[in-house]
């Protein structure tokens, strides 16, 4: 089921012309209801004429229909698909056809907060925003029973399948994850919602986590491990930092010839060094003034 476009008279000349027919069978049924010099006869059949008239122009103001900016209106005759009116304005077509509208206008909704287990097994709260709109009418109103429950639940379907396939944190050096992977995740569920609701004559302009957060059960627990894992990063940096600042000092008093240090102070000197630039508090140095004898 593809959509067909098909083209539509102007209402406004049609529902003027009614109203012309609609004047003249009001003053036939006046004038038929007047005296009659003919024994009747012709009062008979003015008032036949104006009832006549009447159906005709009622009738046809059933093909009158409105289609707003951005909307469409899918076509059918007893069952069969005709077509898709996108033409905005007043329209006219056979009174027989069934007409049914379809916007073409961008939505959005945010889906609720599911609870599934990311690529780890852990319990994550997520949530999306999904920017939308038809962009097949026909396939939107017959391949499916109604396109916009079809789009939210494969939506929330979709998401899910997204969010089994990474990890909350990024654990390893180019791992893709949910919380650091804001683009390459927006494109996989873009991807994903793409595929499940090409049958329905959809597409998907935009997706994008709106809410991530692990599960109130675990929450606590995983931040403890974020703290660690940060103070562990910290302490790692401090570390780097505080050898590579040893290993100048070492070199620059060499170098001048400040002082001579064998093995056995240079070892000393690296451990006190190694205290004073990776303690979390500043250091207290004891000055030695020498002895009595």
């Known amino acids: 089921m593809k959509e067909n476009p098909i083209r539509s008279l102007p209402g ?17 049924f006046v004038a038929g209801l007047g005296p009659d010099p003919d024994n009747g006869i012709r009062s008979g059949w003015m008032l036949v004429a104006a009832i006549a008239v009447s159906v005709v122009a009622l009738f046809t103001l059933v093909g009158l229909y409105m289609v707003e900016p951005n909307q469409a209106a899918v076509v059918s005759l007893f069952g069969k698909y005709v077509g898709t009116v996108k033409d ?11 007409k049914r509208k379809v916007s073409l206008r961008v939505r959005n909704f945010e889906s609720g907060k599911l609870k599934v287990n990311e690529l780890e097994g852990s ?12 962009l097949d009418s026909a396939e939107a109103v017959y391949n499916v029973d109604d396109y916009e429950s079809f789009v939210h639940i494969q939506s929330e379907s979709a998401l ?13 050096e180019g791992q893709v994850a949910l919380r650091s992977h804001a683009t390459e995740i927006s494109q996989h569920l873009r991807d994903e919602l793409a595929e499940r609701l090409a049958d329905a004559g959809v597409q998907v302009i935009d997706a994008r986590i709106s809410h991530l957060a692990y599960a109130p059960e675990i929450a606590q627990a995983m931040l403890q491990r974020q703290q660690a894992n940060a103070i562990i990063a910290a302490r790692t940096r401090i570390v780097a930092g505080a050898v590579g600042m040893v290993e100048m000092a070492l070199a620059e008093l060499e170098k001048n010839g400040v002082v001579n240090l064998d093995e056995e102070r240079k070892a000393q000197m690296v451990s006190n060094l190694l205290v004073v630039l990776c303690g979390e508090r500043g250091t207290q140095p004891i000055v030695n003034a020498g002895t009595l004898y």
């Open 12 to 28: 406004i000349p049609y529902l003027l012309g009614m109203l012309v027919l609609i004047a003249l069978a009001v003053w036939m």
């Open 88 to 98: 905005p304005g007043l329209r006219w077509n056979n009174p027989f056809y069934g």
């Open 123 to 134: 319990p994550i709260e997520i949530a999306a925003v999904i920017v939308w709109q038809v």
């Open 160 to 172: 899910r399948t997204m969010a089994t396939s990474y990890p909350y944190d990024q654990h390893e």
